[in-house]
């Protein structure tokens, strides 16, 4: 069983940065395919980024290309979202969850184990 614990979340002006940390526990993180996804009130949880376990390929939705950077450091048990040129709409609360098994890692039921969220807002 893997517990992950979110960190980082809070309130960013527009065009600010912004890194959100998971830090898990149990299993072997290095195993893990690691994923961000976020979700808004009255919408499904949606894809952010993901992260391979043993090359370190990296995959994002279309609408953070160029502005987010996913990263994972094995040695601490942690994984990264370094949130760049924030925008309103990046506002939600953002999930980290990992998976151990192949295929994925774009949906949400690729991933076994998530985390409890934290809250982001960007202001306009």
């Known amino acids: 069983q893997v517990h992950l614990v979110e960190s980082g979340g809070g309130l960013v002006e527009a065009g600010g940065s912004r890194r959100l940390s998971c830090t898990a526990s149990?299993?072997?993180?290095?195993?893990?395919?690691l994923g961000w996804f976020r979700q808004t009130p009255g919408n499904e949880r949606e894809f952010v980024a993901a992260?391979?376990?043993?090359?370190?390929?990296?995959y994002y939705t279309d609408s953070v290309k160029g502005r987010f950077t996913i990263s994972r450091d094995n040695a601490k048990n942690t994984l990264y979202l370094q949130m760049s040129s924030r925008i309103p709409e990046d506002s939600a609360v953002y999930f980290c969850?990992?998976?151990?098994?192949?295929?994925?890692?774009?949906?949400?039921?690729?991933?076994?184990?998530w985390g409890k969220g934290t809250h982001v807002t960007a202001t306009s």
């Open positions: 992260i391979r376990r043993s090359n370190g390929l990296t």
């Open positions: 969850a990992a998976y151990g098994n192949s295929g994925g890692p774009l949906y949400t039921s690729d991933y076994d184990y």
């Open positions: 149990g299993g072997t993180f290095s195993n893990y395919i």
